[in-house]
């Protein structure tokens, strides 16, 4: 079992709690996104301004 803290309600939680959604995962209780892993470079589009 894997345990995260929730930066935004500072709750203790274990991987089966946490709501998973694309791009990683989120804090059942506030919202707050957690993510696994950074996204591979390639993923994320630049804006230029």
Known sequence: ?????CLSCNRT??????LEFKGGIR????G??????PRPKNM???IVA
């Not at 079992?1 to 803290?5: D, R, S």
């Not at 707050?32 to 892993?37: D, N, V, W």
């Open 27 to 30: 804090c059942p209780y506030c």
């Open 44 to 46: 994320v589009k630049q």
């Open 32 to 37: 707050f996104r957690i993510l696994k892993k």
């Open 13 to 18: 939680l274990s991987d089966t709690d946490l």
């Open 1 to 5: 079992m894997v345990e995260f803290q």
